[in-house]
């Protein structure tokens, strides 16, 4: 079993729908990742949580230390945010900050 | 400031030739960290350097494989001997401190005919 499970595995919407993405760990973690993978490759952190909730722009980013879980939410989403976004955490035993990767969710906004 | 450099950008080799992947981070960044994707698969971690020094090289397979990041110029992952399974995107993430996010280079594509 992974150390980071995302869900769903493959999410398609509709232009302008709310999107959510989910991450759970089964580890302690000092910090979690969500991170946006272009389709030429290109990979964009999007944010960095210890706790609570971030926001940028039309993305919101949630994490409950507690229930080991992280959920990235895209509000009114457009076509331009297809891409696959990625979870990844820092496990507590790790030295320095080494990712611990989600295998990712591939999202389609279709127009 | 520019971001994190990674050349080349797609690296053929032969079987058994050498690869070498450097890695230029931002400006003021000392940590380095390389990652490998294979093929329809998720992202791994590799290695973990500072400055001269090898931090956490748990990822990285025990032979042909290696990685520094000299006191000048750009970190190095050097695969000796390549074989097909090396075929991957390898990415390079960058920070000012390990608490830090990390910033990523756009990766090198090395394909193994």
Redesign the interface.
Known sequence: KNEVEQSPQNLTAQEGEFITINCSYSVGI??L?W?QQHPG?????LF?LSSGKKKHGRLIATINIQEKHSSLHITASHPRDSAVY?C?VVPWE???????????TQLTVNP | NAGVMQNPRHLVRRRGQEARLRCSPMKGHS?V?W?RQLPE?????MV?L?KENI??ES?MPKERFSAEFPKEGPSILRIQQVVRGDSA?Y?C?S?PD???????G??T?LTVT
């Not at chain 1, 790790?94 to 990712?104: A, D």
């Not at chain 2, 390990?98 to 990523?104: A, G, H, I, K, L």
């Open positions: 000092s910090a990742h991170l490759g290109g990979i964009v952190s960095m990625i990844a790790t030295s320095g900050s080494r990712l611990t990767f989600g295998e990712g | 940590h960290y990652y698969e998720g992202l791994k971690f973990y500072q931090i956490d990822g995107a990415f993430a920070s390990p608490t830090y996010e990390q910033y990523f756009p990766g594509r």
